[in-house]
């Protein structure tokens, strides 16, 4: 991700000086959707000890967020198959924009700004053609939408803009649904999820499947380390009683093939074929996953592919990347960390709300 200073120096050079910042919005160091006690719904920042520094109101359950590089503005999307997805200003509160996809079209909870932040990249469903759609909006223009192409695959749910700022990476999960149907998943027998890597004009760079005994394991939620190494959460939608992995890593340009790490027996069953968040520690040598369904928190060594930790947290699901190993939230309402050592468990701050699927990195 392009540096803070770097990109004010660029919007120096452009006469666009002075922006606000992520300070003034209290300096979250992440970003987290939660249901309130009174039932609704909001986003939240949390900096490093797990204290809210902003709370914002949202009409619906939100699932993921998307943070500007720089400036304190965070775009919180619905819970999939919803449709909003609203560009917060994170210091007041107030509604920046709302984004509205055309007809026959939903978000899929997540999005990615490019490295200077001037466009936005969104997931959704062509539900009526079944595929998969990445749609553009610029930032600098009231986040009006610029343009769209296919995501090379179905059901896009995760997207991340790399570090070179050239190239996204789209977790297309390979389960065709429709709004009129629900959640229900149409095409479980004939599903053929993959990992794709685009350019940011839509060409397709590379694009991996994994093998064909796992081609009902949805391909769902991303973490990239900032040598490009791609960490990939699934979601396994075949026969109950198997515990395939659901935890993988990929490098493009061949600095790690594909990887697929899984605990020994009977750890494994404790997923319950379901993983939700995924995160990379803070130096990268770790690599870990939430699973909500069987209240656990896995990590693994990335070089070597050993488990590291096993950790039981009753629902737990957002993680991120912080000092030391992860930080991780729970719909009881805790924020916690975690390393890779069974002792390495402590809950920092408990608040009162359930906290939703993810906990979401605010660039510094």
């Not at 770097?6 to 452009?14: C, D, E, L, V, Y």
């Not at 949390?46 to 902003?54: C, E, I, K, Q, S």
């Not at 343009?147 to 790399?162: K, L, N, T, W």
């Not at 973490?223 to 659901?246: C, I, K, M, N, T």
């Amino acid at each position: 991700m392009t540096s803070r200073r770097a990109f004010m120096i660029g919007m120096m050079a452009t006469g666009l000086c002075p922006v606000p910042s992520w300070a003034e919005a209290g300096n979250p160091n992440y970003l987290a959707a939660a249901r309130r006690p009174d039932g609704g719904f909001e986003l939240a920042g949390l900096d490093a000890a797990g204290n809210r520094v902003f709370r914002v109101r949202l009409p619906d359950r939100g699932h993921a967020a998307a943070a500007h590089p720089v400036r304190p503005e965070a775009v919180a999307f619905a819970r999939r198959p919803g449709t909003f997805a609203i560009v917060l200003d994170c210091r007041t509160g107030r509604e920046i924009a709302r984004l509205e996809t055309p007809g026959g079209r939903h978000f899929y909870g997540h999005g990615s700004f490019s490295t200077d932040g001037r466009v936005l990249f969104t997931t959704e469903n062509d539900f009526e053609a079944g595929q998969g759609v990445i749609s553009l909006w610029d930032v600098t223009k009231g986040y009006g939408r610029i343009g769209e192409y296919p995501s090379a695959g179905v059901g896009p749910h995760d997207i991340c803009v790399m570090s070179e700022g050239d190239v996204m990476v789209v977790a297309n999960g390979g389960i065709e649904t429709h709004p009129d149907m629900g959640r229900a998943k149409l095409n479980l027998p004939l599903m053929r999820p993959n990992l794709t890597y685009l350019s940011l004009d839509g060409v397709v760079l590379d694009q991996l499947e994994l093998a064909p005994a796992l081609h009902r394991n949805s391909i769902r939620h991303l973490a990239v380390r900032a040598d490009g190494l791609v960490g990939f959460a699934l979601q396994w939608q075949g026969e109950g009683g198997e515990s395939p992995p659901v935890l993988a890593v990929h490098h493009r340009l061949g600095g790690l093939a594909l990887r697929l790490f899984e605990a020994p027996m009977p750890e494994q069953r404790r997923t319950k074929g379901y993983a939700g968040s995924i995160a990379f520690s803070e130096g990268g040598d770790l690599v870990g996953f939430t699973s909500p369904r069987g209240g656990v928190l896995h990590v693994f060594n990335v070089t070597s592919g050993a488990l590291a930790g096993a950790h039981r947290i009753h629902d737990v699901c957002g993680l991120s990347s912080a000092p030391n190993g992860f930080r991780y939230t729970s719909g009881t309402g805790d924020i916690g960390r975690a390393g890779a050592g069974a002792k390495t468990l402590t809950v920092v701050a408990t608040h009162d709300c359930q906290w939703d699927n993810h906990l979401v990195p605010v660039p510094v």
